[in-house]
């Protein structure tokens, strides 16, 4: 069995910095695509942030472009989210997922969430 572990959510102010923290544990797998989600509440969850190991690439959300950066460990299957310049409306549940395969756009691995609070 797979495990996803997050760490490092928190409480900061507006213009704060966080790093979330996502580790692998269990059954060794092999991923494709990890990404950082996040869930506000009354909102659906909605993707902040993924990284595609083969190539390197990442994208995101564009409200956080140039203020997150996600980065990680192909390796440890281990990825993390680098928040700067944090706003009121970044608070959410932020979830980390990994994906094993190209052709599917199915998350299989999920974490159970860490909150990030931020406050005006």
């Known amino acids: 069995q797979v495990q996803l572990v997050e760490s490092g959510g928190g409480l900061v102010q507006a213009g704060g910095s966080l790093r979330l923290s996502c580790a692998a544990s269990?059954?060794?797998?092999?991923?494709?695509?990890m990404a950082w989600f996040r869930q506000a509440p009354g909102k659906e969850r909605e993707l902040v942030a993924d990284?595609?190991?083969?190539?390197?690439?990442?994208s995101y959300k564009g409200s956080v472009k140039g203020r997150f950066t996600i980065s990680g460990d192909s390796i440890e299957n281990t990825v993390y989210l680098q928040m700067n310049s944090l706003k009121p409306e970044d608070t959410a549940v932020y979830f980390c997922?990994?994906?094993?395969?190209?052709?599917?756009?199915?998350?299989?691995?999920w974490g159970q969430g860490t909150q990030v609070t931020v406050s005006s």
């Open positions: 997922a990994a994906r094993t395969s190209r052709w599917s756009s199915i998350y299989e691995y």
């Open positions: 269990g059954r060794t797998f092999s991923s494709y695509r």
């Open positions: 990284l595609t190991w083969s190539s390197g690439s990442t």
